[in-house]
């Protein structure tokens, strides 16, 4: 076949696919079906430039280029599922990229969760599409001299609280009514075990702009569940135990001490995710299921 009728035997095949994607039209399919022996009708929708199984429930990961936020993209688009990833930067991430090549059900986006006009663009772009299970991942643990009493940089304090406090609450009330339109209805926050009065007692002390902005995160999860708790939304805080990231490199968590793999820690959260009702709803629930009382 030459160049020229091989271009255009492409292009009328992507032609019919678009159509049928979009209509369903039993003319096409039956033409279709005629031509190239092609059978069943394809449920799935345009949405930028991924292909939705309008079949398959739809997560979106606000932080989502590396660490746990890649995992759960990972895990959660070879499970099928349509996936919403977005980073500050998706085009530098490699595992997002990667991603994105090997899924058809795979869409990035840029959102930076401290930038109210990222989040409203984004928002606006995805009106409309329900969304399942919305996750909630990015987040800064922050430079430990700057939140270690005696050398406290109150200035350093703002930063950390509009990515780990005011992010997923920006981020949540701009995509609530894609949850709420969805079948699922879940918001997950990761972490919140550092916010809690318990480990006052249990952990050593310091890091305060880390522990303050995550208690600030879990009492404005608990008023988001206890608001939107009648129209079944459900508020999971899952804290995902200690991952190999970033994040916990910066803690400060000493490198021979015990941790879980990012892919480990995404599975086990991911059941806990399956796993929601809405008794748990405004809970911070352990990876392993147990509740944290906090
Ligand atoms: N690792 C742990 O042991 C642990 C324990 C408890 C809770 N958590 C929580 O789990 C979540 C994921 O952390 P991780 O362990 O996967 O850490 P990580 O590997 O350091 O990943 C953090 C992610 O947050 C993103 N991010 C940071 N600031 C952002 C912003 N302003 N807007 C959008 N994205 C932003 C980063 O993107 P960039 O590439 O753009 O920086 C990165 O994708 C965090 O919320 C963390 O608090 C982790």
Redesign the pocket.
């Known amino acids: 076949m030459d160049f020229f009728a091989g271009s255009r035997l492409r292009i009328f095949l992507r032609y019919v696919g678009r159509v049928m994607r979009r209509s369903c039209s039993p003319v096409v399919i039956v033409l279709a079906l005629a031509i190239f022996g092609i059978s069943g009708c394809a449920t799935t929708t345009e949405v930028g430039q991924a292909n939705f199984d309008t079949t398959a429930p739809t997560v979106f990961i606000?932080?989502?280029?590396?660490?746990?936020?890649?995992e759960f993209a990972r895990q959660y688009a070879a499970r099928g599922w349509n996936v919403i990833a977005?980073?500050?930067?998706p085009e530098?991430?490699e595992g997002l990229q990667a991603l994105v090549t090997e899924h058809p059900n795979v869409v990035l986006d840029i959102?930076?969760?401290?930038k109210q006009a990222d989040v409203e663009r984004v928002a606006a772009r995805f009106s409309g599409q329900p969304i399942d299970v919305l996750i909630?991942?990015?987040?800064?643990?922050g430079d430990l001299q700057a939140q270690t009493f005696g050398t406290l940089d109150y200035d350093a304090y703002q930063w950390i609280y509009?990515?780990?406090a005011l992010?997923p609450l920006r981020v949540t009330e701009a995509l609530i009514e894609n949850v709420k339109a969805s079948e699922q209805k879940k918001v997950i926050t990761?972490?919140g075990?550092?916010g809690t009065r318990r480990t006052v007692e249990q952990a050593p002390g310091g890091h305060y702009w880390y522990r303050m902005s995550?208690a600030a995160n879990l009492i404005s999860m608990a008023i988001v569940q206890r608001e939107n708790k009648k129209q079944g939304i459900i508020i999971g805080i899952i804290?995902?135990?200690?991952?190999?990231?970033?994040?916990?490199a910066?803690?400060g968590?000493p490198a021979h001490f015990k941790?879980l793999s990012?892919k480990d820690s995404a599975g086990y959260v991911i059941e806990q995710i399956a796993q929601l009702t809405p008794e748990k709803g405004g809970e911070l629930i352990n990876y392993d299921g147990n509740v944290i009382g906090w």
């Open positions: 606000a932080g989502s280029s590396r660490g746990l936020g890649l977005t980073a500050r930067r530098a991430s959102m930076d969760v401290t909630n991942s990015a987040g800064i643990w509009e990515v780990n992010g990761l972490g075990g550092m995550r804290s995902p135990g200690k991952v190999d990231t970033r994040m916990l910066d803690s968590w941790k990012a």
